[in-house]
C-alpha cells in the first residue's frame, strides 16, 4: 500500500504520479489522499460555504485522477483508491498511513515559505518516522 497526498498543488500531482508509478512497479494498491482543511476561526462564519468548496476540491482531484487513468490505460494499470478526510493534513495523512498500514508515504514538497520556519506536512511525517516517507519536489 504506498500512501500519497493530494491537494491540487504542483509538487502533490508530481508527488501522486512519483507513488504511481511506484505502485505499478511494487505491484502494490495506490492510495490517494485529499485532506480537507478544518475551518479556522476566521473561516467559522463561512462554514458551509468553505465545507462545500473543499468538499468541490475533492470531487475535481477525483475526476482528474479518473480522467488521468483513462489516458493512461493502455500504458498500464494500477489499482487505486481515492479518499477524502477532514482535518489537519498532517494528523489526516498520519491516521490514514496507520489505518491502511501503508509501506509507503509520497507527498509533495511545501510550495509556502513559511514552512521553512514552522514546518511542512513533509517534515512532520519524516520525524514521525513511522514509515518511509518521499517527499517529491
Known amino acids: ?3 500519497a497526498g493530494l491537494d491540487g498543488s504542483d509538487s502533490s500531482w508530481r508527488a501522486t504520479a512519483y ?4 505502485a505499478r512497479r511494487q505491484n502494490a494498491t495506490l492510495a490517494i489522499a485529499y485532506i480537507q482543511p478544518l475551518l479556522g476561526a476566521a473561516t467559522a462564519l463561512a462554514g458551509a460555504a468553505v465545507e462545500e468548496t473543499t468538499q468541490e476540491i475533492a470531487e475535481e482531484l477525483l475526476a482528474a485522477v479518473r480522467e ?3 489516458r493512461l490505460r493502455d500504458v498500464w494499470r494500477v489499482e487505486w483508491r481515492f479518499l477524502t478526510v477532514r482535518g489537519d ?10 489505518e491502511l498500514r501503508a509501506d509507503a508515504v509520497v507527498v509533495g514538497a511545501s510550495e509556502q515559505a513559511g514552512h521553512r520556519v514552522i514546518g511542512s506536512v513533509a517534515v512532520r511525517l519524516v520525524k514521525a518516522g513511522r514509515w518511509p516517507v518521499t517527499v517529491v519536489p
Open 1 to 3: 500500500m504506498i500512501l
Open 19 to 22: 507513488a504511481a508509478g511506484l
Open 68 to 70: 488521468a487513468e483513462h
Open 89 to 98: 493534513p498532517y494528523a489526516g495523512l498520519a491516521r490514514l498511513a496507520d
